[in-house]
């Protein structure tokens, strides 16, 4: 039998050794020189042999075994590779021949195959799911970007006495929650009558829908419908199915970096889509449950409503009318109010005047 000269290394300490390569039936010996006082004795079978980098005439060829991936086999005898290459022709397959490369390949085409599916028609269906999966730390860049597109520019309204209103209402309705979720509200110097939950919690009313209310008790229930939407997570799917693709690459890597790229592209887009109907049912079932609770009255997003209908009965793409729009009918929210929870103001006058007069 044929030995080769060659090197062998492994892995565990720095020490080359000489060795005599063999190759035979049942796989490919490597002895120590007889001169050398450490021991080599292998025997590698070919299945388990890999090419540390492809054969290139002129540089040694470099072999490994996966039992045993740190060690390292140099040899440069030409014949060697052509010894090697009738006992173990499966390492000189190039490009799809290989079987590894046409594993890995079939695994891209099926990922890329479900991701396709999954956009096409999974995206609207899981996102509710979807949503629990997302790091809080991207749901708050992502909120922080989409409250930016949102405010475009327009004033925070801080007035200190009726931030401090604000504060007094959105505490009154987090202490009746069990596990109250961190919330940002604040009031916007715009005129139109709406009011916005966004992902991580933040919510936003416009000076337009504060002007419109005509008690403390109805700011009250607009909050509550909207601590609904952050509760049921409602902001995060609708960006996530503005986000699609973005969301589906980052949860695969797990890196952040393309949703919150994408939010920032989709933000003012995000805005135009709206909550779907059972959204808003959820949203107004957990805001008159939340009211209960907080012991607040429980009508008054009913004759907010109603208020607002009869000052603006056609609601077909009225510009001051977004709020009621995206909203369900007043007559289904009349006959899923169910019994009337009355309470104790929800602030004092005082504190209501301030509130109204944030923006001024
Ligand atoms: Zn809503």
Known sequence: MTGYRGEFNDG??????????????????????????????????????RLIDPPRKDTPLRLTNSNEADARLRLHDGGFLDGLQQRAPHLFLRGLARPRVRRNAIIVLLSFFLVVLFLWQGVPRLSGPLARLVP??????????????????AQRCEAGAGTAALDELTRRLTLAMAAPPSLTVMVADRGMVNAFAMPAGNIVIFRGLLKSTESPEEVAAVLAHEIGHVYHRHPLQLAMRGLGIGMVTDLLTGDGSALVELAGELGGLLLLLSYNRDMERQADEFGRDLLRRADLPTGAMTRFFARLHKKMPSTNGDNILGYLNS??????????????????????????????????
């Open 136 to 153: 809080l730390e991207w749901e708050q860049k992502i909120g922080a970007i989409v409250r930016d597109r949102l405010l475009a520019g």
């Open 12 to 49: 565990r300490t720095a020490a080359r050794h000489l060795v005599m390569v063999t190759l035979d039936d049942k796989g490919l010996g490597i002895v120590s020189d007889p001169d050398n006082p450490a021991r080599i004795e292998r025997l590698w079978s070919y299945s388990d042999l």
């Open 327 to 360: 909203h369900p009918p007043l007559e289904e929210r009349m006959a899923a109010g169910g019994e009337e929870h009355a309470g104790p103001p929800a602030l004092d006058d005082e504190a209501w005047r301030a509130l109204k007069t944030i923006c001024d």
